[in-house]
């Protein structure tokens, strides 16, 4: 039963969508390939024969499922034929809020594409080449700095258009294609206006908001919504997938807001635990304006040496790499040529690992924030004596005394407080700035 969509917690609907959409691409594969099952068809091992017979006991099998076109899929034609909700296309967003599961559904929807019996049965070599990210048909686009460039994009549209060569899908994920640069969406644009009939495109955004997908993108794509797992379902897949006790697991799930990974670090991670606790120490701490800027200085310090730990491996382990493919030195005719080249390479690599220090940073400094809003969450629905749970159980009676000190509506300035600060923060107000203003408005209320 654990097949690959196990691990989408709590999101059913999406489930059930891509499910079917699968089964549909599987259709349209066995459809375009029963004809041509000769030797050129799409081929499952050498002998064409064997794999002729596979497609077609496939193809019986899934008969009674609609086919949406008889023809190769084309974006807007396979939407036309048949049933509009059920059938395969070319492009699809996967929205949702921060640790919904949006590259999780991606890549098990991928998974499920390359699925050798088109169900994402989660054992075939297809699910496991695609989920362990080695499959030849799937490329992974993660952006490690702060957005991704037209040149990487490029690249990645041109190997999009090439024929697959496990005879299924051309798979591309894109994480975070709302920090695609504008020049960069506009290559993927093209791709998706006009796509080569076995590409698929699965793009991982916060929301289809212009600011996080072009209007021209989002009209080309299929939208999946994720939601925001309740913490009981993140609970409960703790328990069974990671084997973490059930009371660990509720805390960590309330505490990480629907966020999944998150919760798996906070059960698993002491030093996670020790940042989230100096976190949710602030409100105790801001006691006078100078209390506020310390409080405001100790995050900064405490989100950069998170990054900095973060990054440090990998940094070194790249400079490495690159310094032993370059090889050390050298006294040949080509070797002034050579190091030039060399030395333009590292810059690049400098260039690249400042930018994802600094995605590091504020990815950091984001995650202490949240904890911080679901504190003033907490004090707000004391406060409103709203019958909800609260976010952060350890920390209850704080939000309790917080609540009886300033009211819902004091309560409810800070929470804001903190919201502004994010945003602002996203708007690229330089963090010590805009945590000091933050720090002072909690401190004041
Ligand atoms: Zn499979």
């Not at 193809?59 to 059920?86: L, N, Q, R, S, T």
């Not at 070194?316 to 050298?330: M, N, S, W």
């Amino acid at each position: 039963m654990a097949d690959v969509f196990a691990d989408l917690v709590g999101q059913d609907e999406a489930v059930a969508t891509l499910r079917h959409a699968a089964a549909s691409a599987a259709a349209l594969l066995r459809a375009a390939a029963v004809p041509a099952a000769r030797p050129a068809g799409p081929t499952i091992g050498a002998g064409s024969g064997d794999s002729y017979d596979e497609l077609d006991a496939l193809a019986e099998e899934f008969d009674a499922e609609p086919i949406p076109g008889a023809g190769p899929p084309g974006g807007p034609g396979a939407a036309a034929g048949g049933d509009p909700g059920a059938g395969m296309t070319h492009a699809w967003i996967f929205t949702g809020p921060p640790g919904s599961g949006r590259s999780v559904a991606a890549r098990a929807f991928a998974a499920a594409l390359q699925c050798v019996h088109g169900t994402g049965c989660g054992e075939c070599p297809g699910c496991h080449t695609t989920l362990a990210g080695t499959h030849a048909d799937v490329r992974l686009v993660v952006p490690e700095g702060l957005s991704i460039g037209v040149g990487e994009m490029r690249a990645l549209v041109l190997r999009a258009a090439s024929t697959p060569s496990g005879g299924r899908w051309q798979i591309v994920i894109i994480e975070d294609a709302d920090r695609l640069t504008e020049a960069a969406g506009n290559a993927l644009l093209k791709a998706v206006e006009e796509p080569p009939p076995r590409t698929v495109f699965l793009l991982c955004a916060p929301s289809t908001h212009p600011d996080d997908i072009s209007v021209t993108i989002r009209s080309r794509c299929r939208v999946v919504p994720l939601r925001q797992p309740p913490a009981g379902a993140v609970a409960e897949v703790l328990v069974r997938r990671d084997g973490i006790a059930p009371d660990v697991a509720e805390w960590a799930a309330a505490a990480a807001q629907g966020h999944v990974g998150r919760a798996r670090r906070l059960a698993r991670d002491p030093e996670a635990r020790q940042r989230r606790d100096a976190v949710l120490a602030v409100p105790r701490r801001l006691t006078g304006v100078g209390a506020a800027f310390d409080a405001a200085s100790a995050l900064i310090e405490a989100a950069e040496a998170e990054a900095a730990a973060a990054v440090a491996e990998i940094d070194e382990a790249e400079r490495a790499a690159l310094q032993t493919a370059l090889g050390a030195g050298g006294t040949g005719r080509g070797a002034a040529g050579a190091m030039r080249g060399a030395a333009g390479q590292l810059k690049d690599l400098e260039k690249r690992q400042k930018s994802r220090a600094t995605r590091a940073q504020r990815d950091a400094l984001d995650r202490a924030l949240v904890d911080l809003a679901g504190f003033y969450r907490d004090a707000l629905a004391v406060a409103l004596r709203a019958p909800v749970a609260p976010v952060h159980t350890d920390t209850a009676a704080l939000a309790e005394a917080g609540a009886q000190k300033w009211d819902a509506e004091g309560a409810l300035r800070r929470l804001e407080a903190v919201l502004e600060c994010r945003a602002a923060i996203e708007a690229n107000v330089k963090p010590r700035i805009a945590v000091e203003a933050m720090m002072l408005a909690l401190w004041k209320g």
